[in-house]
């Protein structure tokens, strides 16, 4: 802490006369800033984060602002300043390490950082210390900081504000109520990082691009737009096939970021028949009840080598802005569920859970 504070008690003492000594009092009186005091957070970084099986598989550059090294509270009306920036910038890339594979400096002039899936940028929103209405009440600090992930071209991936904050008796040091709001905040941003639904899909949208749509991971995969009219023929009953008879009810989601960062989610009720006919394995998904019942897109079904299940077809003319995608669902098979996500055509994920 440094405190700027103007002695009294040296200046009734100095020897002045009480003239000028007068002066110098309504002097300091006039000056409301005449006494001010600046607080630190903490310059080492937070490690007591819970133990993880895995990190993010994504390679981040961090964005570490010239801006966010300087941030700090406005004066409070005890004129108290909270310095958080470099704290703040220490933690972040603390935080970013622990939670994903590969971590590089966004600003910096090799092509590593140029060579990046996504980019991590923090920013301190609100930093403040107040008080309780009596002198013997406590004192709250609060802060909140955004995290803005990103594609490399500036696509919101994700965004997220995450607040943390501590109490303590106006006894207790400030720095150190500072201190606990902070770590308060780091373990709260650490839980949205990993029970984050946008970025997960992100890394089934990364992995399948790059693996392509025989790998191991769920996932549904738009392949562009076809005539609805070139609906795939199955190709005879692979083994195993034949344990995905049955009829199979779920949702298939929809989700997209605007350009503002925002999720928009839409999900729709769907059933999936998966039947035997002639020679192969074909399924149908439809969605509605009775005499409003639409077929929505229908194919040919199969198991892949990896033992997930593989549903090849096309979206028919009553599915709207999916009418004439061809698309192929690689899906989990777990016991009796099958689901996967994939980004499709128009960045648009599509996640479809199925249970019988």
């Given amino acids: 802490m440094i405190r700027r504070c103007v002695d009294f008690a040296a200046l009734i003492g100095s020897g002045m006369s009480s003239t000028r000594l007068g002066l110098a009092l309504l002097a300091i009186v006039a000056l409301a800033g005449a006494c001010s005091r600046t607080y630190y957070a903490p310059r080492q970084a937070y490690a007591r984060y819970p133990a993880r099986d895995s990190k993010i598989p994504l390679r981040v550059g961090l964005d570490i602002t010239g801006e966010l090294r300087k941030t700090k509270s406005e004066p409070n009306r005890r004129e108290e300043v909270l310095v958080v920036g470099e704290s703040v910038a220490t933690n972040a890339r603390a935080l970013a390490r622990h939670v994903f594979t590969t971590v590089v400096d966004a600003n910096a002039a090799s092509s590593s950082a140029r060579d990046v899936d996504a980019i991590l940028t923090p920013a301190v929103v609100y930093v403040s210390r107040t008080f309780g209405a009596t002198a013997v009440g406590e004192s709250i600090v609060s802060i909140k900081i955004e995290w803005r992930l990103q594609s490399p071209s500036g696509r919101p991936i994700w965004i ?12 207790t040091d400030p720095e150190k109520v500072l201190e606990k709001a902070l770590e308060d905040t780091w373990r709260r941003s650490e839980e949205a990082f990993f029970s984050s639904r946008a970025i997960r899909l992100f890394v089934a949208s990364r992995k399948a691009a790059v693996d392509g749509p025989s790998n191991a991971v769920a996932a549904i995969v738009s392949t562009g737009a076809t005539p609805a009219t070139a609906s795939p023929t199955s190709a005879g009953i692979s083994p195993g096939a034949p344990a995905l008879v049955g ?5 298939l989601g929809r989700t997209r970021s605007d350009r503002r960062g925002r999720t928009r989610e839409r999900e729709m009720p769907v059933e999936v028949t998966i039947a035997e006919e002639g020679t192969g394995i074909r399924w149908t998904m439809t969605r509605g009840k009775g005499t409003g019942r639409v077929q929505l897109a229908g194919g040919s079904a199969s198991f892949a080598d990896d033992g997930t299940a593989v549903l090849v077809g096309v979206f028919g003319p009553e599915a709207g802005r999916l009418a004439g995608i061809a698309v192929q669902y690689q899906l989990r098979v777990l016991e009796h569920r099958l689901d996967g996500t994939r980004l499709s055509a128009g960045d648009e994920v599509h996640e479809l859970l199925l249970a019988r």
Avoid: K, P
């Avoid at 997220?160 to 006894?171: F, H, I, R």
């Avoid at 009829?247 to 949702?251: D, E, H, L, R």
């Fill in 247 to 251: 009829t199979w009810t779920g949702t």
């Fill in 160 to 171: 997220d504000t995450v607040s943390g904050q501590s109490a303590a008796a106006l006894v």
